[in-house]
C-alpha cells in the first residue's frame, strides 16, 4: 500500500530542498526523521513535516492496518514553484531583479516486502 503527500509554495529554493531530499531517499520511515532531526538545514523542519504527515495519510488510509514500522520513502521529488518577483534599489537610481523562489515537495510512503 502507498500514501503519499504534498508540500506546495515552500518558500525555499528547490536546489536547497532536494539537497536534504536526496538524504532521505529509499530510507525507512523512522531513520528518515532520525537523519531529518539531525540534519542542520533549514529544509529539514518543512520535509520532517511532510514525513509525518504522509505517515499520518497511510495510517487514515487504511484504517490503522498499516505497520508503520515497515514505511520506506518510496520516492520523494522536489519541483520549482512560482518565482515572486521584487526589485532592489541600487546605486545612482537603478533597480535590480530579486527572485524569490519557492518549491513543490512530492512524497511517496510505500510498505516493505516481507
Not at 529554493?13 to 533549514?42: D, H, W, Y
Not at 518565482?83 to 510498505?111: D, F, N
Request: no cysteine; aromatic share 2%; glycine share 4%.
Amino acid at each position: 500500500m502507498e500514501s503519499t503527500a504534498h508540500l506546495r509554495h515552500v518558500r525555499m529554493s528547490p536546489r536547497k530542498l532536494s539537497m536534504v531530499a536526496a538524504l532521505i531517499r529509499g530510507k525507512p520511515v523512522e531513520a528518515a526523521l532520525n537523519i531529518l532531526k539531525f540534519t542542520p538545514r533549514a529544509a529539514a523542519a518543512p520535509l520532517a513535516k511532510l514525513v509525518k504527515s504522509a505517515v499520518a495519510n497511510a495510517t487514515d488510509k487504511s484504517k490503522g492496518q498499516v505497520d508503520v514500522d515497515t514505511l520506506y520513502v518510496k520516492t520523494i521529488s522536489v519541483d520549482q514553484g512560482p518565482t515572486q518577483r521584487r526589485y532592489m534599489p541600487r546605486a545612482m537610481g537603478r533597480a535590480t531583479p530579486i527572485h524569490k523562489k519557492s518549491s513543490h515537495v512530492h512524497v511517496v510512503l510505500a510498505e516493505a516486502k516481507k
